[in-house]
């Protein structure tokens, strides 16, 4: 089955893509494009699919990087695609031919680029990254290798929506107690439940600090199993594990 990977004309000509579940050799509940080794997806699985991301990408399987992701605002800057994988959330580099790329399954993962300086980059953003600070931190790693951030374009691909992103009232407080503004991305569920706005508050986030442009490709991956995965749609299903979704961009 072929791959299927949404773009932005924002991130344009680079390569560069938010990969959904569709061509991958993943089976079972991670049938499809599971790109996480960190899964209990079989080994072998994954590393045929995340070839053909490289492959995609136009990249040695090698140079597809990434970083042990752990929710937090750490920023890697990328030389050598062979070094040993940090723990990090983000990832920078103006070196030709690496491929940045992040997992997800429900969280933002976010690419970014400016053209004119030849710099990209590509971060996580659940909740706890984007309210620490991992967007703005991305922003000045790019900057340190020459990017100018009203030149950076930044493009939030699939991630769960508003509807489908139900907390308590204690998560509520988290984000009051940085910003009380933060509470418009806050609407009323059930009972003492809320409704939290995730891309929303990650655009909020980049524009705030100054990005020349900013988007999300406005795709709920909670809301469509065929295409992508969802941590938070397993874990109401019962489902032993899940599948991460990728998303990469190269110079």
């Known amino acids: 089955m072929t791959l299927e990977i949404i773009t932005s004309d924002a991130l344009a ?7 959904t579940r569709k061509g ?3 089976s079972g509940v991670f049938s499809g494009l599971n790109c996480g080794h960190g899964s209990s997806d079989q080994h072998a699985a994954v590393s045929i699919n995340r070839s053909r991301v490289a492959q995609a990408m136009q990249v040695d399987p090698m140079a597809l990087v990434g970083v042990h992701q752990i929710h937090s605002p750490d920023v890697v800057h990328v030389t050598d695609p062979t070094a040993d994988r940090p723990r990090a959330d983000a990832l920078v580099t ?3 031919g690496i491929a940045l790329s992040v997992l997800t399954a429900d969280c933002q993962p976010v690419l970014f680029a400016d053209h004119d300086a030849g710099v990209i980059g590509a971060a996580h953003a659940g909740w706890k990254g984007a309210l620490g600070g991992v967007l703005e931190a991305t922003l000045d790693a790019m900057e340190d290798l020459g990017a100018k951030r009203a030149n950076i374009a930044a493009v939030i691909g699939p991630s769960i929506s508003q509807r489908a992103y139900e907390v308590g009232p204690e998560f509520l407080d988290d984000f009051l107690l940085g910003d009380p503004d933060n509470s418009r991305f806050f609407a009323n569920g059930a009972g003492d439940r809320m409704l939290f706005d995730l891309p929303g508050f990650g655009l909020h986030r980049l524009r705030s600090a100054g990005v020349g442009q900013a988007q999300w490709s406005r795709h709920c991956t909670y809301s469509d199993p065929e295409k992508f995965y969802s941590y938070r749609r397993t874990t109401h299903a019962r489902e032993a594990d899940y599948g991460r979704l990728i998303a990469a961009i190269r110079l």
């Open 13 to 19: 000509p680079l390569r560069h893509g938010f990969f």
């Open 24 to 26: 991958g050799a993943s």
């Open 94 to 96: 103006a070196t030709p």
